[in-house]
């Protein structure tokens, strides 16, 4: 069966488990928009998501945390927190958060049932020469201190069950594999 077979395959069964899919990766590697185009297309076919882009919870309920480690690690802990809940509702959860440090990480997944760690990898290169934000700049001048990939570390994920390459695929091969990746699990789960 193809994607969209499978996806509609889903919507007639009209329940389907829930699932927390983790994307890491440098600021402006990909991880929010490749989160929103996947949501897109699951919702299309009539699925429960919700996306949680940690640039967005860092305006809400992550607004009095900064970017050192034990604020890192907090704000993945209650991204974690949410994303756990929900799944347990059937939902489809898709996070799009840094989440640099591989401990962070692997906490997540063990705390939640049912996770997928989506690698969004590009080289700092190209993520610094993307700067969507123009923060690689301000980092680059000491402005912002404690950035990931010039003075903070990125940890890439060792087993990831989906690793994406943004510099070389394109946005909808990105999406098409992790869409992939979710069907999978979802039709195995259900
Ligand atoms: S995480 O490390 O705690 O997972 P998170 O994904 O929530 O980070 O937030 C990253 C976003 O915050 C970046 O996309 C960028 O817009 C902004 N930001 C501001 N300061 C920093 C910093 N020192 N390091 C990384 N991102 C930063």
């Known amino acids: 069966m193809n994607n969209v077979s499978e996806t509609r395959h889903?919507?007639?069964?009209?329940e389907h488990p829930g699932l927390t899919v983790w994307f890491t990766g440098l600021s402006g590697a990909g991880k929010s928009?490749?989160?929103?185009?996947?949501?897109v297309e699951l919702l299309l076919y009539g699925m429960r998501v919700q996306v949680l882009d940690a640039d967005w919870l860092r305006q809400n309920i992550c607004r009095?945390?900064?970017?050192?480690?034990?604020?890192r690690n907090e704000n993945i802990r209650r991204i974690s927190f949410i994303a756990k809940l929900l799944s347990s509702h059937n939902i489809v959860v898709l996070v799009a958060?840094?989440?640099?440090?591989?401990?962070?990480?692997?906490?997540?997944?063990a705390?939640?049932?049912?996770?997928?760690?989506?690698h969004v990898n590009a080289p700092l290169a190209i993520c610094e020469k993307r700067?969507?934000?123009?923060?690689?700049?301000?980092?680059?001048?000491?402005?912002?201190?404690?950035?990931?990939?010039?003075?903070d570390p990125y940890e890439?994920?060792?087993?990831a069950e989906v690793c994406l390459n943004t510099d070389e695929e394109s946005l909808q091969a990105c999406v098409d594999k992790v869409l992939q990746s979710i069907l999978e699990r979802l039709s195995t789960n259900s």
């Not at 690689?136 to 950035?147: D, L, N, Q, V, W």
């Open 64 to 71: 009095d945390l900064g970017f050192g480690r034990d604020d």
């Open 111 to 118: 705390s939640i049932t049912d996770f997928v760690e989506v």
């Open 97 to 109: 958060a840094i989440s640099p440090y591989r401990i962070a990480r692997d906490e997540a997944r």
């Open 156 to 159: 890439a994920p060792l087993l």
């Open 33 to 39: 928009t490749i989160a929103t185009a996947v949501s």
């Open 10 to 14: 889903i919507r007639v069964q009209r």
């Open 131 to 151: 700067d969507p934000k123009g923060l690689y700049k301000r980092a680059r001048r000491g402005e912002i201190t404690s950035f990931t990939g010039i003075d």
